[in-house]
Nanobody, 118 residues
Framework: VQLQASGGGLVQAGNSLRLSCAASGRTSSSYRMGWFRQAPGKEREFVAA????????NYADSVKGRFTISRDNAKNTVYLQMNSLKPEDTAVYYC????????????WGQGTQVTVSS
């Protein structure tokens, strides 16, 4: 599975961005998708995840109520709608695929930079 993230940019606090992650390759399989982020000097952290059907969704406490993860399986794409952005959301955002059901270990996109100015 190859993952291509896009949609990052520079925004002011309080504004919104939508990230996209397009999957190619092993797209006939059903698997969970997720978003992670890594701020400068910090470890990569979980942001959100969504099951194949969209029936199971999880968020980090820091983004609950502000971010929404969704997916369009017909387009092999997962989205992260980010509203009410804060400077502390500044990070490189990565999408990942849990292809084998063993966690987000092996399949990662290249990352897209999100910068939120105060």
């Amino acid at each position: 599975v190859q993952l291509q993230a896009s949609g990052g940019g520079l925004v002011q606090a309080g504004n919104s961005l939508r990230l996209s992650c397009a999957a190619s390759g092993r797209t006939s399989s059903s698997y969970r998708m997720g978003w992670f982020r890594q701020a400068p000097g910090k470890e990569r952290e979980f942001v959100a995840a969504i099951s194949w059907t969209g029936g199971r969704i999880n968020y980090a406490d820091s983004v609950k109520g502000r971010f929404t993860i969704s997916r369009d399986n017909a387009k092999n794409t997962v989205y992260l709608q980010m509203n009410s952005l804060k400077p502390e959301d500044t990070a490189v955002y990565y999408c990942a695929a849990d292809v084998d059901g063993l966690g987000f270990n092996s399949y990662w996109g290249q990352g897209t930079q999100v910068t939120v100015s105060s």
